[in-house]
């Protein structure tokens, strides 16, 4: 089922709120905050050297060479277009984790198996590791990734969480046969921009481009993207702010009862009684959080961004006794 986060237009129907905290994702509510655009970005074609600049500075930051860095709209780009430029039939994805995944693949005629131990990942074709993990916030290490790598055909590893964990980034020592997927929305708290990379030997990049077409990537986000990127400092107090920014969510959480499962510095999941009770008694307060169809207890709440959004839901948690 291709359920996502971010359904507000579906809560707000339902609960009539219009004030929404969406906590349904793992973006960002501390978004870098983006400098007026310049005309070039708005009024003309995306040019080559406008996508090599983005390039570079996204391969400094990743630890690998410009000419395996593509930019791309959004990772779910290239999780829709890499089943049609990998070759073979049988994959399998590590379970439970962000499911287009496995839908874009079934999608594209692939045989899929979602076991939840990486020994069911051996010999596939191709095989998907999302680290750290969406929900549940599991973790590989580089050294993990490769021995992974060295049973499949070819691997593909979802680092879309991992800007505040560049020590669990397999893109400065990538295997040969690894792709690896970043996404720029959820850090950065800019997902409208819909700007991610995939990062592979060239020759794939290649296929890969091929696949999306001219100007696949908008002006204002190779543009904004650049920008983000060279921004160190942001980037460095941000990751301090969300580290004890998701301690404090589980202070409050916990208090109320519900049990830390797991999460990432994004996002945090409790294992509550009741997963869609829990979900009803923080929307009655305009808390939006995510809940799973396959399982009845599991709620992810992504970050608060201020000391408001957490007093918010403080008072919810309070209030729902």
């Not at 962000?98 to 045989?111: D, I, M, T």
Request: proline share 7%; with cysteine; charged share 20%.
């Amino acid at each position: 089922m291709r359920d996502h986060g971010g359904d507000i237009d579906r809560a707000a129907k339902r609960f009539g709120y219009t004030d929404w905290i969406d906590l349904s994702t793992g973006i960002n509510r501390r978004p870098w905050q983006a400098a007026p655009l310049s005309a070039h970005a708005l009024t003309a074609l995306p040019t080559a050297a406008d996508e090599a600049r983005l390039s570079a500075l996204a391969a400094a930051r990743f630890g690998c060479a410009t000419d395996q860095v593509l930019p791309m709209a959004g990772a779910s780009a290239a999780i829709q277009l890499l089943p049609h430029v990998l070759a073979g039939r049988r994959a399998a994805v590590l379970s439970p984790t962000y499911n287009e995944h496995a839908a874009s693949l079934r999608a594209a005629g692939w045989q899929v198996e979602t076991p939840q131990d990486v020994a069911g990942l051996v010999g596939a074709d191709l095989a998907v590791v999302v680290n750290p993990n969406n929900p549940d916030g599991r973790e590989f290490t580089p050294a993990q990734i490769a021995g992974i790598a060295a049973t499949v055909g070819h691997l593909v590893v979802d680092e879309s969480f991992a800007d505040p964990r560049p020590d669990l980034s397999v893109a400065p020592a990538r295997p040969a046969n690894v792709t690896v997927l970043r996404s720029f929305g959820k850090f950065w708290g800019l997902a409208g921009l819909r700007l991610g990379f995939a990062i592979a030997a060239p020759d794939l990049l290649a296929r890969l481009a091929e696949r999306a077409g001219p100007w696949s990537v908008s002006g204002p986000a190779l543009e904004i993207g650049a920008a983000a990127l060279a921004d160190q400092k942001w980037s460095e107090e941000t990751v301090t702010w969300l580290s004890e920014a998701a301690l404090h969510l589980d202070q409050i959480v916990t208090q109320h009862g519900w049990r830390l499962t797991g999460g990432t510095h994004l996002f945090r999941l409790y294992h509550t009684p009741d997963a869609r009770t829990a979900q009803d008694q923080l929307a009655r307060a305009g808390i939006w959080g995510r809940i799973f169809p396959w399982h009845p207890h599991w709620l992810r709440l992504g970050i608060p961004g201020n000391r408001a959004e957490f007093a918010r839901v403080k008072a919810a948690l309070t209030a729902a006794g």
